[in-house]
């Protein structure tokens, strides 16, 4: 699609600040969310980046941010969720109550809120929507130590498998991402936290993902721009794998992304005659 506009949150680091470059150098436009000051970015644009400086964890400023956004613009193309945080780190049972609430109220609320606050300018592109959230490590699985971070990225999977069938009507496709891991400031601070809160395992996996690199961002990119673009048109409530899965092909499963459970979040049950009720 030519000549978007896009709204990404996070957008002063890591992916987000990537996902940024890349679809302005493809010709887009970009407001960019974040709490710090990205004044820079916006000078160094040559006018295809705009930003807001809101705590996405809080309703009223996020409000004023979509607000800013909707006069400027009027209606946005897409919404790129990226804000988050690891947040409280350790043992669950040890860890500081409030700030264990607050890493889910940023990574969760976060994402709501967002979605919440730019609806209505999706509503109005004129073509169908899109949003893309992140989903993280200890979405699909346990996750020792990380149970805020986990908890609350897991629970953005279940956000994106509700509003999808909340919205299907509504002209807005919406999706997650598991990006893998990537070096980011995120891996920056499982190092800097060590082994003795992180735990051993993961601090070792950190130091190797450090190393060599850590996973492909440009996976990840080449994904969420896929899933903005015309191409994924009636995709929704679905999490993918920017590492792993071939959504290349995702056309070869067009009945089931509309119809069954793949790629969503559910149980596997034994097999035989286990599953029925006593």
């Known amino acids: 699609m030519d000549g ?9 680091s890591g992916i987000g600040r990537a996902l940024a470059s890349h679809f302005m150098s493809k010709g887009h436009l970009v407001w960019g969310i974040a709490r710090s000051n990205q004044a820079q970015f916006v000078a160094d ?3 295809k980046f705009f930003a807001s400086r809101c705590n996405v964890a809080d309703w009223d400023n996020m409000q004023l941010a979509a607000d800013e956004v909707r006069t400027a613009w009027g209606q946005i193309d897409c919404l790129i969720t990226c804000a988050g945080q690891l947040g409280e780190v350790g043992l669950a049972v040890t860890r500081v109550p409030h700030r264990w609430s607050d890493t889910v109220r940023v990574n969760l609320d976060g994402t709501y809120y967002s979605i ?8 109005q592109a004129g073509h169908r929507g899109k949003i893309v959230c992140f989903s993280g490590g200890g979405a699909t699985n346990g996750r020792p130590f990380f149970s805020a971070y986990g908890v609350s990225k897991a629970a953005v999977v279940r956000l994106v498998e509700t509003l999808a069938a909340e919205l299907e009507d509504d002209n807005v496709d919406i999706n997650a991402v598991a990006p893998g891991a990537i070096n980011t400031r995120l891996l920056d601070e499982v190092l800097a936290l060590g082994p003795t809160v992180v735990g051993k395992a993961e601090h070792e996996a950190a130091i190797k993902r450090k190393a060599s690199g850590g ?7 080449a994904l969420v721009e896929w899933l903005t673009t015309a191409k994924s048109d009636r995709i929704s409530g679905r999490l993918f794998s920017a590492q792993w899965d071939n959504w290349k092909e995702l056309s070869a499963v067009s009945t089931e992304l509309r119809n069954g459970d793949t790629f969503k979040l559910r149980r596997v049950l034994p097999g035989g005659d286990f599953w029925q009720a006593p």
């Open 4 to 12: 978007m506009k896009l709204v990404i949150t996070g957008a002063s």
């Open 45 to 47: 644009s040559k006018g």
């Open 116 to 123: 919440r606050a730019f609806h209505e300018a999706l509503r």
């Open 215 to 221: 996973d492909s961002i440009e996976k990840t990119i």
